[in-house]
């Protein structure tokens, strides 16, 4: 089992900046690819951004050029750096991993930490 928990959320005015963290612990295990994931209220969970163990990364059309995701992989971390965020970024953000546990490939997801962008 592959356990992450999310950390750095919370309320911003809008155009303000939050980074996010997700660091994952467990027992032999090994990650290939990390995305942070958003869900807001009424609507589908949407991918946001993900980065593969190499550090090549994909985004939303809607954070391009406003967040940076970026891991650590000696510690296990991920990272989202949100700058210039908007009302419309407020949702609840997980982060995923795919990872192999003892052979056995998985999908894990944090619980989630909500990020608020009001004035």
């Known amino acids: 089992q592959v356990h992450l928990v999310e950390s750095g959320g919370g309320l911003v005015q809008p155009g303000g900046s939050l980074r996010l963290s997700c660091a994952a612990s467990g027992s032999l295990f090994s990650i290939d690819s990390m995305g942070w994931y958003r869900q807001a209220p009424g609507k589908q969970r949407e991918l946001v951004a993900a980065i593969t163990s190499g550090g090549s990364t994909l985004y939303a059309d809607s954070v391009k050029g406003r967040f940076t995701i970026s891991r650590d992989n000696a510690k296990n971390t991920l990272y989202l750096q949100m700058n210039s965020l908007k009302p419309e970024d407020t949702a609840v953000y997980y982060c995923?991993?795919?990872?192999?546990?003892?052979?056995?490939?998985?999908?894990?997801w944090g619980q989630g930490t909500q990020v608020t962008v009001s004035s």
């Open positions: 995923n991993a795919d990872a192999m546990t003892r052979g056995v490939p998985g999908d894990y």
